[in-house]
């Protein structure tokens, strides 16, 4: 398979059936990136110096991105809130993901968690009457 027309989609759990496939509004594209993460089971240094390493198959893949600046309270909470209403996990910010992964032009399925988010507001736009935000990171980190 090769990509498919989305970087994140965010799977529906028993309270929330439908998939949500973040738009692109929401992700400002020269941010987006992606890495899978091997990983050693024991893996050491042998009495030559030579790395005796046993690689597991599970890669957890990590990928950042942030938003477009200037999003206004207003998109930032529904954006959060189709996250929100899909986690596995509310405590944990867990969620089923299915993301983009460039190195191998396909997807990774994994249960992710979403660490703290820490937005930080550029202006508050009396014209519109909002607050606006400056890019926002986001991330999701495989279990």
């Given at each position: 398979m090769a990509?498919?027309?989305?970087?994140?989609?965010?799977?529906?759990?028993?309270?929330?059936?439908?998939?949500?496939?973040?738009?692109?509004?929401?992700?400002?594209?020269?941010?987006?990136?992606?890495?899978?993460?091997?990983?050693?089971?024991?893996?050491?240094?042998?009495?030559?110096?030579r790395l005796q390493r046993t690689?597991?198959?599970?890669?957890?893949?990590?990928?950042?991105?942030?938003?477009?600046?200037?999003?206004?309270?207003?998109?930032?909470?529904?954006f959060m809130l189709q996250i929100r209403i899909r986690y596995i996990n509310a405590t944990e910010k867990k969620v089923s993901a299915r993301v983009y992964v460039p190195e191998i032009d396909d997807y990774e399925d994994q249960d992710m968690y979403i660490p703290d988010?820490?937005?930080?507001i550029y202006r508050y736009n009396k014209a519109i009457g909002k607050l606006q935000y400056n890019p926002i990171r986001i991330a999701l980190i495989g279990y």
């Open positions: 990509f498919d027309g989305y970087l994140v989609k965010i799977y529906g759990t028993e309270n929330v059936n439908t998939d949500y496939e973040i738009p692109y509004k929401y992700i400002k594209f020269d941010s987006y990136q992606v890495f899978q993460s091997t990983t050693d089971l024991d893996s050491y240094r042998d009495q030559t110096g690689a597991l198959t599970h890669k957890p893949v990590k990928v950042e991105f942030e938003t477009p600046a200037m999003l206004t309270n207003e998109d930032f909470a529904a988010i820490q937005p930080s």
